[in-house]
């Protein structure tokens, strides 16, 4: 497809950089792929797929090198989650899901905390993001888990749902409500939970419509003691952080949309140009021909809008959040656009699930959902218009 191999020679990538990602197109072509029909019909990700990206030093791209890294640009970052989630997209989750929950341990932690626990991450262990609750969704300041400050340690009591890699990560960037402050938004702070800690329980895995190699859980904080030392920034400062984290996050689930609105729009070609009706192909006929120039420009407008956040990211601009809300709404919205048009142009073989289109639809619906529904950035978008 020339149209996007000119936006693949636009983003001039180094040749350190085309090496780093080739060996990533081809653990995906040669062990991710051919695993994903079964790791989504068995509910449960093969451990030969964390192995291969364990085996490329997946996780060092997003560490600096002082703390165990090989640090890469985020473009190099987000492009490695098209490529997988493009695969398999319960693989590109849990991968990705380290760098969203521990981006802001990166940035923004302390030189001890990073030393002491970054080099877990980088020789492969797993990070999650712990915010939501069943009464704090996309308004976080409603949750209730609580941060209780006792001498050199933080007790931690609540819970946490739809938590990606909850039961196996390492490292949890886990957001509550510090309980000497009086105030819904100011006690919003942040900490890092280790695992293994005494305390921490795994409620359920839950059963879902797409993902289904990724594991999502609800877990439980019972009287769980955390070193101070691991308290992110100062109590209080959660909602700057959790903000923080948020606009890196978007795009990276921009991105996992974009790999998996490619692999749709590839079936889609390819059935189309190879399936025949009234002694035709159907990707001749008129009406479906308008549908792909549509989708093509849709799907190549959503992948330099995303060159153009990596942009902002690497110049350290300090806000970019709408611009971010904007790349993950479109991408997502239009991975399931084209998701569904692939199964609707496989006619009834889209329905079954011999035929990959089946599963990115069920995979694509939930990048419209998590990290902010798509309404949510709609009203953050719209209301950045209104004159105050």
């Not at 790791?39 to 030093?57: F, I, S, T």
């Not at 000497?180 to 006690?187: F, H, N, V």
């Not at 992948?303 to 997502?332: C, F, I, P, Q, T």
Request: net charge neutral; with cysteine.
């Amino acid at each position: 497809m020339q149209i996007f191999e000119n936006l693949e020679r636009a983003r001039k990538w180094s040749e350190e950089e085309k090496l780093i990602l080739d060996q990533f197109r081809r653990v995906a072509d040669t062990v991710i792929a051919p695993n994903a029909a079964r790791a989504d019909a068995e509910g449960r990700l093969p451990p030969e797929n964390m192995k291969a990206l364990n085996d490329l030093g997946a996780n060092m791209l997003f560490i600096p090198d002082a703390f165990g890294g090989s640090l890469v640009r985020y473009r190099v970052y987000l492009e490695v989650v098209k490529i997988l989630a493009e695969a398999c997209a319960s693989t590109a989750i849990v991968w990705s899901t380290t760098f969203n929950g521990l981006k802001s341990l990166i940035d923004q932690g302390t030189d001890e905390q990073r030393k002491r626990l970054l080099p877990r991450i980088a020789e492969g262990g797993l990070g999650a993001l712990g915010i939501t609750e069943p009464n704090a969704g996309s308004d976080a300041t409603g949750m209730k888990t609580t941060f209780t400050p006792d001498g050199d340690d933080i007790i931690v009591d609540g819970g946490k749902m739809f938590i990606t890699n909850g039961d196996i990560a390492d490292l949890i960037l886990l957001f509550g409500r510090w309980s000497e402050i009086d105030d819904r938004k100011g006690a919003i702070s942040t900490l890092i939970f280790e695992k293994g800690t005494p305390g921490f329980e795994v409620v359920r895995l839950e059963k879902k419509m797409g993902h289904c190699a990724s594991s999502t859980a609800t877990i439980a904080f019972n009287k769980c003691r955390v070193p101070r030392a691991n308290l992110l920034g100062k109590p209080g400062e959660g909602l700057r952080i959790l903000f923080s984290s948020l606009n890196k996050s978007r795009p990276s689930i921009a991105a996992h949309a974009l790999g998996i609105a490619t692999a749709a729009f590839k079936d889609m070609v390819s059935y189309m140009n190879e399936r025949t009706q009234s002694g035709r192909k159907i990707s001749e006929f008129q009406g479906n021909q308008f549908m792909l120039a549509d989708t093509a420009t849709d799907l190549a407008m959503a992948e330099r809008w995303l060159d153009y956040v990596a942009d902002l990211v690497e110049a350290n601009e300090v806000e970019y959040g709408h611009e971010a809300s904007m790349a993950k709404m479109r991408a997502s919205d239009l991975a399931m656009r084209i998701s569904t048009d692939a199964v609707q142009m496989h006619g009834g073989y889209g329905y079954m699930r011999d035929f990959r289109v089946e599963r990115l639809m069920r995979d694509a619906k939930v990048t419209q959902i998590w990290e902010g529904t798509n309404q949510v950035h709609r009203q953050l978008i719209g209301r950045s218009f209104v004159k105050r």
